[in-house]
């Protein structure tokens, strides 16, 4: 095993988010983003946060998500032309609520071109209300006229035999969805579920090596959404990654060895028979341990809680 502190950083993209508001919110969302959300970040965390993936060295790319980054485009706008004054590449997520035509669309974008190379766009059944099924097309030919790369994120849509389902109800088989945060209590349900005892390993994050974490206003550095492995506002990133022993984490020494059942072993929790997937039961197992570790399993916007 590789010594805690001499590994080699596998970290290359920090995903700052933004700000928890967001004009939207879905069901699908990890981090229970919405309009009554606060959580904004200020330029001074920005740029704090900046200089440490600076020190860091192995940073290659930062992303500015949510919520919804285009609330706060000034902010937006400063931070990446300072992430890109620092020698990293940008890149955003949006649910594109601003492409309202083709002229609103060039307008909004305009002025990310040449700072951002990924542009990625939340296009899905299960993003707003279906008012405005246009705004992801627009924001994209937007986005190509300028020479902006763009993606488009998508879950698979709502189950077309139940038309009248309210909210739109996903097929009893589906496995595009991780049941974390909103998704856990929201669209869990919906889906066909299997064992907890089946779930033995984490399916998503490199727990050891991650290449990828986020940050949140606060400082917090998530791992995987609502489970922090520090705080950058009372850390440096070099020390944070430097101790970072994920073995011996309380929290993801468990999720290591057995996946979350192992979790739930661990702690005797209480437990549901079956669970849609591997997420699911590790939120709801994480939600049961926040007393335990209230600095790990943080902050309450990540388990629902309205933060200011
Ligand atoms: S199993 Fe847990 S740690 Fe792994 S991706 Fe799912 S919620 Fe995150």
Redesign the pocket.
Known sequence: MTTPGKRPWSLSQLHLLLTGECTYECDHCFVWSGPEQGNTMDREIIGHILDQAEDLGSIERIYFEGGEPFLFFDLLLWALRQAQQRGFKGGIVSNAYWAEDDAKAMEKLRPFAGLVDDLSISDDDYHGSGEAPGNTTMARRAARELGIPVDFISISGPDSSDSDAKPPKLSADDTTV?F?GRAAEKLAPLVKHQPWDRFTA????D?HQPSRVHVDSMGNLHI??G?SIGNLLETPLTQIMGNYDPDTHPVIGP?LKG??AALVQQFSLDHQQDYAD??HL??QSRSKLRGLFPDILTPGQMYGEIES
């Open positions: 991780c974390r984490c399916p998503w994050e727990l995987c959404q489970l999720l996946g979350p591997a997420c590790c939120y």
